[in-house]
């Protein structure tokens, strides 16, 4: 069985990619699915976002590891998906021949600007939300 490669492509690759990502790498275990995830920004903030990592905390993923990096740091011309998140990345996303690609185009939770801290997590955990059952039902679909 042939090991799918998918790319998650966002702007700063600090918190809508960097949760893909570990979504990725989660339900590829719970399914059994010879997968490698990457996440990559097309203009990389260098760092990820410590809300995605606390929100992702609460479902006991761990994205703690990871970082930011940059569209070249990964294998794009090895992909087999490429999903993009947010507007800037799908314009700004290199075409690669025979790629499957979907736009998701979220919202980026980082730019809520709440009257509370409340209100700003949730931002997070409502774009996570979105996220988890996207790529679960990637996933399962491979």
């Known amino acids: 069985m042939k090991r799918v ?3 998650f492509i966002c702007t700063g690759n600090s918190a809508r990619s960097q949760m893909a990502e570990g979504f990725g790498k989660y339900f590829a275990k719970v399914y059994g699915k010879e997968v490698e995830i990457y996440s990559a920004g097309s203009n990389p903030s260098g760092y990820v976002h410590p809300k995605a990592i606390e929100v992702m905390r609460e479902l006991d993923i761990d994205i703690s590891n990871q970082y930011s990096k940059s569209i070249d740091d990964i294998p794009v011309d090895e992909l087999d998906y490429i999903i993009t998140l947010c507007g800037d990345a ?23 600007i709440g009257p509370t ?11 996570r939300d979105q996220i988890k059952s996207n790529v679960e039902e990637l996933i399962k679909g491979l």
């Open 5 to 7: 490669k998918i790319g």
């Open 90 to 112: 799908a314009e700004s996303c290199p075409i690669v021949p025979g790629v499957i690609t979907q736009h998701w185009g979220l919202p980026d939770p980082a730019k809520v």
């Open 117 to 127: 801290e409340d209100a700003k997590i949730n931002a997070f955990r409502k774009v």
